[in-house]
DNA sequence: TTAACATAGTTGCACGTGCAACTAATTTTC
DNA sequence: GAAAATTAGTTGCACGTGCAACTATGTTAA
């Protein structure tokens, strides 16, 4: 129920996670990245990004390289079959958002990404309080 | 990211997750459903009903029962401890969503599900062709 | 009535996630 | 310079999820 660019991605043939698509669409922006800075970017946990980058790197889609000044860092490079992937991907990505589209007209879209911001507004407001 | 009211509930002491506290909230309604039907109207995979409720009946929050008519069918139950703990969640739930929706518009709270909603559509209507 | 089919639920495997505890490396502080 | 604190990342445990294969029970059709 929550996968949906995932599982559409699977109807072309291509084996992405959402969250590993966004992993990917981060390198491609910037490869390289620390480890610890992608999971800020993605607004993940470093936990999470840990077993992200763990099932990533099995299917060979990105590399962990230690960094040489500070060896706790890890930088997270593309490989080229993930770089390959990434340019698949891409457009399909493109694709869905155009779809679930269909039928809304650009002020409601930003009326509803105003919304959400509101709500995670609400929610920091609510999360900082409590702790 | 994805279990805002499950951690709200735990900081007031409520050890639910927002899919228990769905569950929970339609046995309140009508109390010994077949697992499938509940499956149905939670809108969730039989797979993920079965472990949902496996971990439901080991915290003590509802029973199954084999159906004397039908034996490949569960009657989930709540049990009294399972009814008491959504009597103290569901205030907790109340004030959550006033919480949420502080600073929305009565009209763009419905413009949002109006979008939710057509979103679903396109969303229905990719998945059928494709299947 | 028995074989074929359908239905309800479970299980193994894989994925993504949070929390708390942990290791290892680097900084800070005295 | 050594102890204390901080930072980056990993791991065990638990939760929720999907898919495909499976068991068990019921229903249908020949």
Redesign the interface.
Known sequence: ??Y?IG??MK?RGIDLSKEQFIVLKYLNESDGRKQNDLAFIT??SKTALTRLINTMEKKGLVSRSICEKDMRINHIYLTPSGREIWAMAYPVFLEIIQ??????SEE??L??Q??MK??Q???NL??TV?Q
Chains 1, 2 share one sequence.
């Not at 779809?99 to 809304?104: F, T």
Request: glycine share 4%.
């Open positions: 129920m929550d949906y599982d559409y109807s607004n993940r779809e679930l589209q269909q039928g809304i409601d879209i009326l509803v105003e919304v509101q709500i507004k609400n929610i609510k999360t409590n």
